[in-house]
């Protein structure tokens, strides 16, 4: 049960993250869970720097967290960009948070 969930989160953060670096145009926010995801992927600098290799045109992606979580649904619209683009989210680990999303800082150029 342990190994399963932590390979769904890891799973999920890998396709918000390239969603991220693909389309950064679009404004997108991961929840709490998977968010752990994405910070073991930034944490493994081999990992992440080969995701903004192949993903990012090879510029690193900062990563710029703000404290405060937003609740306006961006998680959800996030999930449902995540799936517009063929992605096979985990609907329920997307479900969890809702509306509960942690945003980044849009003051940092090319922050998740």
Known sequence: MVR????R???NAVMYTIGCMEH????LGVGKLVD???HQ???DTPVWWALCDAYNEGRYKHHAPFIERRRDGLCLRTADFLKS???AIDEELWAI???DCSPCDN??????
């Open 4 to 7: 399963d969930m932590a390979e």
């Open 9 to 11: 989160i890891l799973g």
């Open 24 to 27: 950064p145009e679009v404004h």
């Open 36 to 38: 752990i995801g994405v």
């Open 41 to 43: 992927l930034i944490l």
């Open 85 to 87: 683009i063929g992605f």
């Open 97 to 99: 948070d809702g509306t």
């Open 107 to 112: 003051k940092v150029p090319d922050s998740h």
